[in-house]
């Protein structure tokens, strides 16, 4: 695990089951209380900034790239690509950043909250998990509940596959791409500059790499080790959102050995670490203080 710092952020290059590269960065106190964030389909560790701008500066703050994302290695095979990679890197993360006889609290967006429901299983993760925040995400039937492509019935579920699974590049980022894509994954009201990050991010991601994504999130089935999460966990998600609606959240709370709490936030869309960044922040402060306070004054 190769390591470097850039002023007060520590860089890790972690190396998944399979030989994977993985861009990862630690912010904060290295004795702080630690969260682990993980991102969303197509936009890479940046998407938590406004949400880790907004946290207590004592927290010790985990990102990392998902593979094929950011900085990141892409894999070279379709083999590369499946919930199981994304449990293995999740999994290696914790291994390489908590350390063993310590806990953290664990969220994903999107993609990231997939990530976190499919490692469920994972020895690693039931043993460095203390508590879950998932927002934005879902564990089956993704383009069946998906509204973001406006037409009726199979036809709209077909529009998402397509829109999931397209490898092809999306174009320059212009007004044309960002009033085509904006409804999709963002709330009416978001603010323009996170807007703007959004689109930012997505175009980035590599056309490859985006539809080999696509592909697993629309055969996804996290159910059962869904149910396998033990540990408290809150559920969150904007009520207009297109790519994984309100169904979703609450399907995923009846599942939840412990869930705390399923909450809808009015007016937002997709991406919740863009669109309601302080009320996160909050949530996972909160279950930091609740979860792993003691176990940190006890070490």
């Known amino acids: 695990m190769a390591t470097r ?3 007060q952020v520590r860089e ?9 590269l993985l861009h990862a960065e630690v912010r904060g106190p290295e004795d702080g209380p630690t969260l682990v964030l993980a991102h969303c389909w197509a936009t890479s560790l940046a998407s938590w900034g406004p949400v880790v701008r907004e946290l207590d500066a004592n927290l010790r703050v985990v ?14 095979t379709r083999a590369g690509y499946s919930a199981e990679k994304l449990a293995d890197d999740l999994c290696a993360v914790l291994e390489a950043t908590v350390p063993e006889g310590h806990r953290a609290v664990v969220a994903g967006h999107s993609m990231g909250g997939m990530t976190v429901m499919s490692a469920g299983a994972r020895p690693v993760f039931r043993e460095r998990a203390a508590a879950v925040l998932l927002t934005n995400t879902g564990c089956k039937e993704l383009p069946l509940r998906s509204t973001a492509i406006p037409l009726p019935g199979p036809l709209g579920t077909l529009g998402a ?3 999931l699974r397209a490898p092809i590049p999306l174009g320059p980022r212009n007004t044309v791409t960002t009033a085509v894509l ?20 997505v175009h980035a991601c590599g056309g490859v790499s985006r539809g080999s994504w696509g ?15 033990s540990v408290p966990t809150v559920v969150m998600v904007g009520a207009d959102d297109k790519l994984t609606p309100p169904w979703h959240a609450h399907h995923i709370g009846s ?13 937002a869309g997709h991406m919740g670490p863009l669109e309601y960044p ?22």
């Open 63 to 76: 990102l990392y790239d998902q593979r094929g994302h950011g900085r990141s290695q892409t894999p070279l």
């Open 12 to 20: 890790l290059q972690v190396r998944s089951a399979d030989g994977t």
């Open 278 to 299: 302080k009320l996160l922040a909050q949530t996972v402060g909160r279950l930091a203080a609740e979860h792993l306070e003691p176990q940190t004054r006890a070490a």
């Open 255 to 267: 599942l939840l050995k412990d869930c705390r709490e399923v909450r809808e936030v009015p007016g």
């Open 5 to 7: 710092h850039v002023g």
């Open 215 to 229: 592909r697993v999130i629309c055969t996804l089935e996290a159910e059962e080790n869904a149910r396998l999460i």
């Open 161 to 163: 596959q397509v829109f």
């Open 182 to 201: 904006r409804p999709m994954v963002m709330g009416r009201t978001a603010d323009p500059r996170m807007v703007r990050l959004c689109m930012r991010m």
